[in-house]
Every structure is written in structure tokens, then in C-alpha cells.
């Protein structure tokens, strides 16, 4: 857990008000995120998925969210009302299959004055929803679980959560 860095940046010297943070006098930046979301599949989803390759009636599950998580993405500052819009230069985004979980890395990057870790998060947090959505005529019991932020770099400091073996975080 990291310690208090001071009072949050989204409200007023009050804590009453919302407001978008001014990043105007903000030097212009390379700025990198990686957002992690799992899908925890039971086994009457994760089996016949595997045997159809990851096909549904809907189409390509893997592929489909895939792209549904580059379209989320490129609306975070539509979804969430105080982030800025930013002119993305990079996003990957990577689903793997690993046991019963389908595992989703969103990495985004820009050139700007603040950080892409929102875009990071929507991007992998709408490609698990996209998961869910294709596989739900299979079962209900799909669980999303654990999105959230692996690392980052620009701006103020530059975080990084450690990688265990099978991609799982410690």
C-alpha cells in the first residue's frame, strides 16, 4: 500500500467541489500505463470456449473484446467526467487465456501533460465486460475480478507492481 501523497487533486481547497485539475502550466511528457483485468471463466464456459476456439454466436470472444477495449479506451474522457481528453499515440491490448481465466493487459501511451492511467484502466475494464457480455448465454457465473493499475511512468513518479510467475501480481 502506498502511503498519503497529499490531498486529493479532483475537489477543491474545500474537499466540497469537484473540479478537472489544471495541467496547463504541466511540462509536456512521454506518459506510459499498464491496467490488468482477469475474467474468471467456471467450467461450463472456459471448456467449450477452448473446444471452439474461443468462438461464440457472437463471433471471436478474444478478438472482439480486443477491439471493444481500444474503442473504450479512446472514450475515457467521455466516461469519466473529470479526466482530460488526450491525443493517445499508443494502446496494446492483450488477451491470454491462463487456466480458467482469460487475462487482459491494456497498455496505452502519450505525449502530454497528464498520465494515461484511466485509459489503461477503461481499456481493460470494456474488453472484460466485452468477455462477459459474448460468454453470458453460457453461464452467469462469470466473475470480473482484480482491474487494476500494474504500472506507470512520466509525470510526478512512476509506479510499478511486481510480476509473479503466471502473470500474476504479488
Known amino acids: ?5 497529499g490531498p486529493l487533486t479532483h475537489v477543491d481547497e474545500k474537499g466540497a467541489e469537484p473540479r478537472m485539475v489544471d495541467v496547463g502550466t504541466k511540462d509536456v511528457s512521454r506518459r506510459e500505463a499498464e491496467a490488468q483485468a482477469r475474467v474468471w ?21 478474444l478478438t472482439v473484446a480486443q477491439i471493444a ?4 479506451m479512446k472514450m475515457t474522457s467521455q466516461l469519466i467526467p473529470l479526466c482530460h481528453p488526450l491525443a493517445v499515440t499508443g494502446c496494446r491490448l ?14 496505452v501511451s502519450c505525449e502530454g501533460k ?3 492511467e484511466m485509459e489503461a484502466l477503461t481499456g481493460a475494464t470494456v474488453a472484460a465486460l466485452t468477455v462477459y457480455d459474448m460468454c453470458k448465454a453460457l453461464s ?14 512520466g509525470g510526478k513518479r512512476d509506479f510499478s507492481r511486481e510480476k509473479a510467475a503466471g502473470g500474476k501480481s504479488a
Do not use: N, W, Y
Open 1 to 5: 500500500m502506498q502511503k498519503d501523497q
Open 41 to 61: 471463466l467456471p467450467p461450463e464456459v472456459a471448456e467449450p470456449l477452448r473446444e471452439a476456439g474461443f468462438m461464440t454466436k457472437k463471433g471471436a470472444v
Open 69 to 72: 477495449g481500444v474503442m473504450g
Open 94 to 107: 492483450e488477451l491470454t487465456l491462463a487456466g480458467d481465466e482469460v487475462v487482459i493487459s491494456c497498455r
Open 114 to 116: 497528464t498520465g494515461v
Open 140 to 153: 452467469h457465473d462469470i466473475v470480473i475480478r482484480e482491474v487494476r493499475l500494474m504500472g506507470k511512468s
